[in-house]
């Protein structure tokens, strides 16, 4: 997966992670900087979605589509596409740019809204990413999990990073029999949930 990527996915990856780093050099403000996950946990999100049961693929906040990419890759081997959510007009506009120009149409749906709302007539779901707001988290956690398949894999980024604003989501995902948890140290903090 990772030793064939298109060399127009490769030029966009590392587009992304320039203007990204751009954004932490220059302190842009929060709701304009892409706030992108590190390379490393695009490859492990990729692999694990590439092995998730059989259903849906789905991403919770998708920026410019740096992770969407990583997903990409996965979502090509499984012959399907990554559904990925975006709240803002200029990041979803960015998010179409990427995927334009990576040529991903096939494996990427870009839907623009909010997910908290859109999820609601989703189910079958084989794998979701979450990557949105932390204060969100819980909610998120509480609306996606009935909703997934068994052996469903749910993956939500920062979380060690922004430990205190997740802990509302941890405190309940690390005890909840209907899922197997831990977390994962790479990137950010990864909390890792399959679907028991
Ligand atoms: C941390 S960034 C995502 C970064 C992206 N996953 C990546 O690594 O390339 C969070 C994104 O979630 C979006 N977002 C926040 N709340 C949302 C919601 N309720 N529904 C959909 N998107 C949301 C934000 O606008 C922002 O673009």
Known sequence: MFHDIPPKIISRMTYLEELDA???RKLTPRLKRLRQIPPESGQFLAL????APEGKLIEIGT???YSTLWLSLAAKERNQKIITFEILIEKYNLAMETVKVSETQEFIQVNYGNAKELLTSFNDIAFCFLD????????FYQLVIPKMVQGGIFLADNVTSHYK????MLDIALQDPRVDALIVPIGKGILFCRVA
Not at 132 to 139: L, N, P
């Open 22 to 24: 751009q954004d932490r």
């Open 63 to 65: 920026s410019a589509a």
């Open 132 to 139: 949105a707001e932390k204060e969100d988290y819980k909610e």
């Open 48 to 51: 694990t979605a590439r092995f």
């Open 165 to 168: 604003d997740v802990k509302p």
